[in-house]
């Protein structure tokens, strides 16, 4: 039996990087997968046809998860296509790298609209489809190694990734009565749209490079299997708990 079997995934943000891979990650773990996006329609039809040829059922709903109601209209489409919700993967964000002093005050409100509300509001609708359900489920939040030290040019950014860390703390408990199990992953730095142009700057791409002791940068894959495995039955006693998947670049003072 596959680890997902029967489960019905849902994961924001999905069309590129971390989230495809999550929920590709899913399908090929026997999950239906039902994934948001915002502007992507071509790769998000891509990341439904790789759903599909794992055997599974897909469906992409578009949708700016700073709205409160995109939430609630993709747990409804989610439940109308497939049934039901078991897992709720946030994982939407941006991070338009910007220095603190001058920061414009549109840059941080979106970011904290997109990354910490959006997450807040996907993850309540899903709960609240999972306690109607009565059989529990998993919300898993795509935080960051950022949530733990910082970023120069990313003040906007990590209070959000934070936050979320936070949010899976807090929802776990107020959620552990119906079974609702909260985790997040913390990923290091992965190569992605999201950092494509920060990283052409090659001296940054070496630096960050040389403190993973690993010995490369994490590609999106790398969070899938965390993810499925968080989302799984494997994982029944986990709750509240953070999961740095960053090649070991966190603990590597010197
Ligand atoms: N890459 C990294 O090093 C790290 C990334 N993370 C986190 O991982 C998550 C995924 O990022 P990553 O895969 O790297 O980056 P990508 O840019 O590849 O993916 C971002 C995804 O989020 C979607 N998205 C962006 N804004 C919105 C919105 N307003 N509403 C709905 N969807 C939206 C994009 O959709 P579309 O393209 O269709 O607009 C895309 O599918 C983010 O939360 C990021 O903070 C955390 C730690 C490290
Ligand atoms: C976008 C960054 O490269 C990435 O995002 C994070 O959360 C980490 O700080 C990574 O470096």
Not at 14 to 43: E, F, L, M, Q, W
Not at 68 to 86: C, I, Q, S
Not at 87 to 109: K, R, Y
Not at 185 to 190: D, E, K, M
Request: proline share 3%; hydrophobic share 45%.
């Amino acid at each position: 039996m596959k680890l997902l079997e029967g489960k019905t995934v849902l994961v924001t943000g999905a069309s590129t990087g971390i989230g495809r891979a999550a929920a590709v990650g899913a399908a090929k773990a026997g999950a239906d997968v039902v994934i948001n996006y915002h502007s992507r329609d071509a790769d998000a039809a891509a990341c439904v046809a790789e759903i599909e040829a794992a055997g599974q059922r897909g469906l992409a709903v578009k949708g700016d998860v700073a709205a409160p109601e995109t939430a609630t209209e993709f747990v409804r489409k989610a439940v109308e296509a497939f049934g039901k919700v078991d897992v709720m993967v946030s994982n939407a964000g941006i991070c338009p790298f910007h220095s603190f002093l001058d920061m414009p005050v549109e840059t941080v409100q979106r970011t904290m609209q997109v990354n910490l509300l959006g997450g807040y509001f996907m993850c309540q609708a899903a709960a609240n489809q999972m306690v109607q359900q009565g059989h529990g489920g998993a919300l898993i939040a795509v935080s960051s190694i950022s949530a733990l030290v910082g970023g120069e040019y990313q003040t906007h950014y990590t209070p959000t990734k934070a936050g979320l860390h936070s949010l899976m703390q807090s929802t776990a408990i107020a959620l552990g009565r119906h079974n609702i199990r909260c985790n997040s992953v913390l990923p290091g730095t992965i190569l992605t749209e999201i950092n494509k142009d920060d990283l052409a700057d090659q001296e940054k791409r070496k630096y960050m490079e040389g403190r993973i002791p690993l010995g490369r940068l994490g590609e999106a894959e790398d969070l899938a299997g965390p993810i499925v495995f968080l989302a799984s039955d494997m994982a029944a006693y986990v709750t509240g708990a953070a999961l740095l998947v960053d090649g070991g670049a966190f603990v590597n003072l010197q």
